[in-house]
Nanobody
Framework: QVQLVESGGGLVQAGGFLRLSCAAS????????MAWYRQAPGKQRELVAR???????TYADSVKGRFTISRDNAKNTVYLQMNSLKPEDTAVYYC???????????WGQGTLVTVSE
């Protein structure tokens, strides 16, 4: 069973930066898009950023200009560079791979990002 393994979370002060990585433990074919979601305590999971196979990107309004998503197709890895972090960015961040074929998506286990005042 292929798994997505996230890394890079942690505690950072407001204004700081972190870089999240998410790699598949094995080969995943027919990937359509890779994305990062986050879930803050007491809130629903929300899309943070998505990147398609062709390189098109989508960002939540709250992170535009601060976060950058990128991918390495050969390594089945997606990254999230997070700059100018704010306390409201505190959440568990999950990576997600979407496929054209079943299984249609994979999820990582989540990595905690905490931004202090």
């Amino acid at each position: 069973q292929v798994q997505l393994v996230e890394s890079g979370g942690g505690l950072v002060q407001a204004g700081g930066f972190l870089r999240l990585s998410c790699a598949a433990s094995g080969r995943i074919s027919s990937i359509n898009a890779m994305a990062w979601y986050r879930q803050a305590p007491g809130k629903q999971r929300e899309l943070v950023a998505r990147i398609t196979t062709g390189g098109s990107t989508t960002y939540a309004d709250s992170v535009k200009g601060r976060f950058t998503i990128s991918r390495d197709n050969a390594k089945n890895t997606v990254y999230l560079q997070m700059n100018s972090l704010k306390p409201e960015d505190t959440a568990v961040y999950y990576c997600n791979f979407m496929r054209f074929l079943a299984p249609f998506e994979y999820w990582g286990q989540g990595t905690l990002v905490t931004v202090s005042e």
